[in-house]
């Protein structure tokens, strides 16, 4: 019986966890949209190649590129004047991990243009170049 018991308040505590973990994180979330100082923070997608691309934009300077639903790169960025620098920590050939691609922008009613100014990763620069829409 305490042997269940025990389990059943493991269950419950991961649970919990689990809820406070995505609270927060929706608070962050919640904050980084209202934050001037990070214009870009949100969700923003595009169609490119026939495909869905979700970039996401976090409170705490995370970031990820999903492609028709699947994470497919997670990294970080930096904003600073009109210039979006992104870092990948994953992505899927490895290629550039830690590399730093720098990227122009532009916002204008709900729509986000991002030029390539310096990335000499490609497969992130063709994913990520082109007119987003925010969600």
Known sequence: MKKN?????????AATST???KNNTDIAF???LKDPTN????????QFSGVSVLLTANADYT???????HVTSTGTYVVKDNVVTL????????????????YTYTI????MTMAAKNDPCEGRAQAVEGIWTKQ
């Open 63 to 69: 970031s990820s590129i999903s492609v028709n639903g």
């Open 87 to 102: 870092i990948n920590k994953t992505e899927p050939r490895n290629h550039c991990i830690g590399v730093e691609g720098f």
């Open 108 to 111: 204008k009613d709900g729509k």
């Open 19 to 21: 809820a406070l973990a």
């Open 5 to 13: 018991a025990f389990f059943l308040f493991l269950i419950i505590a």
């Open 39 to 46: 214009p870009i923070a949100g969700k923003w997608v595009r």
């Open 30 to 32: 919640a904050k980084a």
